[in-house]
């Protein structure tokens, strides 16, 4: 099954070698079919939830999921907007907590999102808790975990899109490795290895327009990434390392502002009926 899949894989890089980015219009190498990267990903979802402690009820899994649900919203109402309703179809969303000091968060292709307890000391408030969660969320909608997975087929395999579904139908447990690991789904490093600062500043932008679209406040976001900057001392969470320079990430957000209002009104979305009581 897995041979055959690759076969498949192969016929199909012409297709899916070059995308635009959602938003901001980049064009990014994606060899890989997002159905299957997304199904790869769901079986190490399923296995990291596993091996850690979920939260199954109370404040904090109300709370993300109540904002991860606001920022699904106004995704879909985006993608409908500007006829991309099925680039979300292999979207399986789910918004889990897990108990663990770790400032951290997630989400894998697919829409799998995790958020640690340990960030949601740094994050303070509602609208922070969207900067965090639609900064992850955009990293999944921008496929950057695709675009990772084949900056490295190519580099570590010398392969090309001509080549790939050959190279891999011959080594397809090495290749089903490096994918994992390059996709954010494998565990040497955690959960997901680290993005380039080309890919976080994106998904900052992306976040932003989803969480002010969602109807959260941007003008949290400069604010909520100067208290993570500051969370670890004089050592920040590894989760930064590969983050913009705060300063300029700052006034890069901020900079931002208007356009993600903008984005809010042009495309409304209604807010979740516990939040019009709150």
């Known amino acids: 099954m897995w041979k055959k899949s690759l076969f498949i894989l192969g016929l199909l890089t012409t297709v899916f070698a070059c995308q635009k980015t959602i938003f901001t219009g980049r064009k990014s190498l994606n060899l890989i079919p997002n159905a299957q990267l997304n199904q790869m990903s769901l079986a190490e979802y399923r296995q990291f939830l596993t091996e850690n402690k979920p939260v199954t009820s109370g404040k904090d899994l109300d709370l993300v999921r109540r904002v991860g649900n606001d920022l699904k919203a106004a995704t879909e109402v985006y993608f409908k907007a500007k006829g991309l309703q099925n680039d979300l179809k292999d979207f399986a969303w789910e918004f889990n907590v897990v108990d663990d000091p770790t400032v951290n968060a997630f989400c894998m292709p697919g829409g799998k999102v995790v958020v640690y307890t340990g960030i949601l000391k740094v994050s303070q408030n509602e609208d922070a808790l969207a900067v965090v969660m639609g900064h992850e969320i955009a990293h999944a909608l921008a496929n950057h975990g695709n675009e990772r997975v084949s900056q490295g087929?190519?580099?570590?395999?010398?392969?090309?899109?001509?080549?790939?579904?050959?190279?891999m139908s011959n080594k397809p447990e090495e290749t089903r490795k490096l994918i994992l690991q390059a996709a954010g789904a494998g565990t040497q490093l955690g959960v997901l290895l680290p993005f380039s600062r080309k890919h976080e500043s994106e998904a900052d932008e992306i976040g932003l327009y989803l969480m002010a679209?969602?109807?959260?406040?941007?003008?949290?976001?400069?604010?909520?990434?100067?208290?993570?900057n500051k969370s670890g001392g004089s050592r920040p969470p590894v989760f930064l390392s590969t983050h913009p320079d705060p300063s300029r990430r700052s006034e890069n957000l901020k900079s931002l502002v208007p356009k993600a209002k903008a984005y809010a009104s042009r495309y409304p979305v209604p807010m979740s009926s516990k939040r019009k009581g709150s």
């Open 213 to 228: 679209m969602a109807g959260y406040n941007p003008n949290e976001a400069a604010p909520f990434w100067g208290r993570m």
């Open 153 to 167: 087929l190519v580099a570590q395999l010398g392969l090309t899109a001509l080549d790939l579904g050959l190279a």
